[in-house]
Nanobody, 125 residues
Framework: QVHLVESGGGSVQAGGSLRLSCAAS????????LAWFRQVPGKERGGAAA???????TYADSVKGRFTISKDIDKNTLYLQMNSLKPQDTAMYYC???????????????????WGQGTQVTVSS
């Protein structure tokens, strides 16, 4: 059974940093495509960053240069380092995993089977 658990969310002021973590069980990190999504109430869940099995990364334009996605295969943990945070980054952040994701849709929710419960990030101005 696959189980993803996010942590590291919190409240920060604009310009600050947070590091999110996603610990996994029941899914081999080495053979999975992984991603971070985010969602605010009333809006669709959107992709923020993704990393494939080779380590190739994809970022949404809104986070490029500020967020860094990485993974530790030995620890089966996914990370999202978020720097220079803005109020518009406020959202619930979810990690996702799947055994295959097309490169063209790495930031699309429909390509991921497994999801965590989310961790809240709030950025104040």
């Amino acid at each position: 059974q696959v189980h993803l658990v996010e942590s590291g969310g919190g409240s920060v002021q604009a310009g600050g940093s947070l590091r999110l973590s996603c610990a996994a069980s029941g899914v081999p990190w080495r053979r999975n495509y992984l991603a971070w999504f985010r969602q605010v109430p009333g809006k669709e869940r959107g992709g923020a960053a993704a990393i494939d099995i080779r380590g190739y990364t994809t970022y949404a334009d809104s986070v490029k240069g500020r967020f860094t996605i990485s993974k530790d295969i030995d620890k089966n943990t996914l990370y999202l380092q978020m720097n220079s945070l803005k109020p518009q980054d406020t959202a619930m952040y979810y990690c996702a995993a799947d055994s295959w994701v097309d490169a063209d849709s790495a930031l699309e929710t429909y390509d991921y089977e497994h999801w965590g419960q989310g961790t809240q990030v709030t950025v104040s101005s």
